[in-house]
Structure formats: C-alpha cells, structure tokens
C-alpha cells in the first residue's frame, strides 16, 4: 500500500529488489531481531525513509541495500555487523552522522559515496578493507580518521572531498594508493603514520591549501604528481 509509513522487516530471506520503490510514505524500518542481512537493493529508493533500527544479529548490509536519495539523518550500524557491500548507502544526501561498529571488516566500494551532508567519518579500528570511491564525493566531511588496521588506502577512496580539512591516519597504515585524496580543496592538515612506505601518483593532486607535509623517514615510494 502507498499509504505504509512504518514496516518492520522479519528475520528470513528476501529476493534482490523485494521492496524496490518502496511505499512513497514509508519513514520508519525495523529489521527484525534473527535477521543476519539485508538483501541486495531491498530498500532503494524509499524517499520519505528517516529511520532505520537494525538488529544485533546483523552480519551483512547487501549491495544497494538503500541506494539512492531518502531522509535519514542519523545511522547507527549495529556491534556484531561485519561488511558494507557496495553502494549499500551510496546517495544518502541528508545522512548527518554514522557509527561504525568496532565489528566492521569491510565496506565495498561506492557504500556511501555521494552522501553530500556528512560531516565526519571516523573508521573503527579493526577495518580491514574499504573499496575505490567508498566515501568519494562526500563534499561536507571536514574531518577524517583512518584506523591502522586499513593497511591500504585504495583508488579514489576519499576524493573530492570538498571541505575537507584535517586529516588522520593511524599507525599501520602503509601504502596510500593513486589518486586517494584527489581534489581535496580545502585540506590543511595531514598526521602521516610512520608505518606509512609508498603514496601514489596524483594521491593529494589539487589539495592546493597543503603548505608543509612531514612526511615519515621510512617512505620509500612517491608518485609523481603526487
């Protein structure tokens, strides 16, 4: 029905895209407790969506799980989940804030790119993979932490990142790939890790307002345009 504006979702499996241009009224979600994932595309496109609560038995948030343009503001991802897949929340302009579980081992590629509003992104320590273009184009964040354990910043992970200003790796970050902070107009302030051995090409191009870097005595490996 159209006029559905609260849904709680049971435990069980549900096919790619079951609830796929959702009720335009729907704004609050349960995910039942049970339930170990949400399916692939199962809540894309649901405008009007501000809440969703999930449970603690949750392992897996599915690709484009909830893609596309809706009202949440807030999302607390639940202790216990373990992966992110892709573009799982990509396009989430109004998301204000996440929390991260200290459980989380991978977010796939594109999962929140495109969500314009998001001031901070702190990842737990822990994550052990994050997918190219994963936060790109996420242009309100202002500050960024990455934990240790990401021993890899991939492609394009974290460009265009508008307003970007302060920048934190953890140590044990070790390679920093191509074009990873690309565009990165306004960053003024960069803690590299003394783990860190290789930056690639073009990995700050653009990041213009960069004045001084003090870079760590074990690198051994920049690109050019770097």
Avoid: H
């Avoid at 049971?10 to 729907?26: H, N």
């Avoid at 407790?33 to 949750?58: H, M, N």
């Avoid at 140590?171 to 920093?176: D, F, K, L, S, Y």
């Avoid at 783990?195 to 307002?209: H, M, P, Q, Y």
Wanted: hydrophobic fraction near 40%.
């Amino acid at each position: 029905s159209p006029d559905i504006m609260t849904a709680t979702l049971p435990g069980g499996e549900f096919k790619v895209s079951a609830f796929l241009a959702c009720p335009d009224k729907l704004r609050v979600l349960t995910v039942a407790e049970g339930s170990a994932f949400v399916g692939e595309g199962e809540f894309a496109c649901c405008p009007s969506l501000i809440s969703v609560k999930f449970p603690s038995t949750l392992r897996s948030i599915g690709r484009c799980a909830f893609q596309g343009y809706n009202q949440m503001k807030s999302l607390t991802l639940p202790e216990g989940l373990l992966e992110v897949g892709e573009a799982a929340f990509d396009g989430c302009q109004e998301l204000l804030s996440v929390a991260f579980p200290t459980t989380l081992r991978k977010i796939d590629r594109y999962a929140f790119s495109c969500c314009k509003a998001l001031p901070l992104v702190d990842l737990p320590e822990g994550l052990l993979d994050v997918g190219e273009f994963a936060f790109d184009s996420c242009e309100n964040v202002r500050t960024l932490r990455i934990p240790g354990s990401l021993t890899v910043v991939k492609k394009d992970m974290f460009g265009n990142l508008n307003n970007l200003k302060v920048l934190t790796f953890g140590e044990g970050v070790r390679v920093i790939d191509e074009d990873a902070f690309r565009c990165c107009g306004e960053l003024q302030s960069v803690t590299f890790p003394s783990t860190l051995v290789s930056i690639g090409i073009r990995a700050f191009e653009d990041c213009n307002k960069l004045s001084v870097l003090a870079l760590p005595e074990g690198l051994c490996d920049v690109g050019e345009e770097a």
